[in-house]
């Protein structure tokens, strides 16, 4: 699986933004055995998981320091997942990562590039 992760840039605090992660697997596979993962990490701070959805059904689930305000969904035809982020806060600001993982794997083993988001107070 390759991912590629778009969308970032900057905003304004209270602003909203979408990210998106354009997700290729292997002909003849598809995405329907996989959970995509979004991700950010502050500069100098850790890694935060934001949320997932698992791609068949679209189950999704978030941390609970962006429910209500990030939204994530997923477009079939396109094999994108997206990331909306709504009421942006500049504590918000982070490089945002989107990965996949197997159903059957302990962790994700797919990761896109990140893209920049800046919050700006």
């Known amino acids: 699986v390759q991912l590629q992760a778009s969308g970032g840039g900057l905003v304004q605090a209270g602003d909203s933004l979408r990210l998106s992660c354009a997700a290729s697997?292997?002909?003849?596979?598809?995405?329907?055995?996989?959970?995509i993962g979004w991700f950010r990490q502050p500069q100098g701070k850790d890694r935060e998981v934001l949320g997932s959805?698992?791609?068949?059904?679209?189950?999704?689930k978030y941390a609970d320091s962006v429910k209500g305000r990030f939204t994530i969904s997923k477009d079939n035809a396109k094999n994108t997942v997206y990331l909306q982020m709504n009421s942006l806060k500049p504590e918000d600001t982070a490089v945002y990562y989107c990965?996949?993982?197997?159903?059957?794997?302990?962790?994700?083993?797919?990761w896109g590039q990140g893209t920049l988001v800046t919050v700006s107070s």
């Open positions: 990965a996949a993982k197997h159903l059957a794997a302990d962790s994700y083993g797919y």
């Open positions: 697997v292997a002909s003849g596979r598809t995405l329907s055995s996989y959970i």
């Open positions: 959805i698992r791609w068949s059904p679209g189950i999704t």
